[in-house]
């Protein structure tokens, strides 16, 4: 489990671009750290994508690095 967004929910989220959040988000995906998990139900439908188990721990791995 995990909070599934869209990339405009990230990009409102983090107040990046989003052609940046889409950017990284494409590569996220090409590593398998996040999946496509759905789709929203607004039209247009927009992938749902979530941090994979691989992704969550290199998450957890960076966050423990930037707190100590």
Do not use: F, W, Y
């Amino acid at each position: 489990g995990g909070i599934a967004m869209t990339r405009n929910e990230l990009a409102t989220a983090t107040g990046l671009p989003l052609s940046s959040v889409c950017g990284r988000c494409r590569e996220l995906l090409d590593l398998g750290h996040v999946e496509v998990v759905g789709m929203s139900a607004d039209k247009p439908a927009r992938q749902k994508l979530q941090l994979t188990e691989r992704g969550r721990a290199l998450a957890l791995a960076a966050a423990e690095g930037v707190a100590s």
